[in-house]
C-alpha cells in the first residue's frame, strides 16, 4: 500500500473527519486478530442477549446491545475486507471487488 493510502477510515466513523482509522502497514496476523476480537465480542454480546429476560429489560437496553453489536461487527468487517485486498494484491487469492460482509453500511435507525 502506498503512503497515501496508509490508514483508511473505518466506516462506523460518522463524523465529518474520520478519527477511527485501519493502519494499512500492520501486519495481517495483526489485523485478523483484531477482526477476530470484535467479531467473537459482538457473538459473545448476542450470545449473553439470549439469556436476558424480556420482562426485566427496557427498549432503550435492545438499542444500546444492537449499536454495540453493530459497531464490532462493521469494524470486523472492515478489516476483513482489508485482509482479504492485501491478500489479493499479494496474489494468494482471487476476491471481488464488492465482497463484504452482510451489514449494511448504513447506521441503524
Known sequence: MNTQ???????TNFTTIPVMLID?????????TSAYQRLQAA?????????????????????????AA???????????QLVQQMHY??????????TQCFVTQNRPA
Open 24 to 32: 494499512t502497514n500492520a501486519s495481517l496476523d495483526d489485523l485478523q
Open 43 to 67: 457473538s459473545d454480546l448476542l450470545e449473553t442477549m439470549t439469556c436476558v429476560s424480556l420482562v426485566t429489560t427496557c427498549d432503550k437496553d435492545f438499542t444500546h446491545v444492537t449499536n
Open 70 to 80: 453493530y459497531l464490532l461487527v462493521r469494524e470486523g468487517c472492515d478489516l476483513l
Open 89 to 98: 494484491v499479494a496474489g494468494q487469492f482471487s476476491i471481488s471487488a464488492n
Open 5 to 11: 493510502n496508509r490508514y483508511i477510515p473505518l466506516s
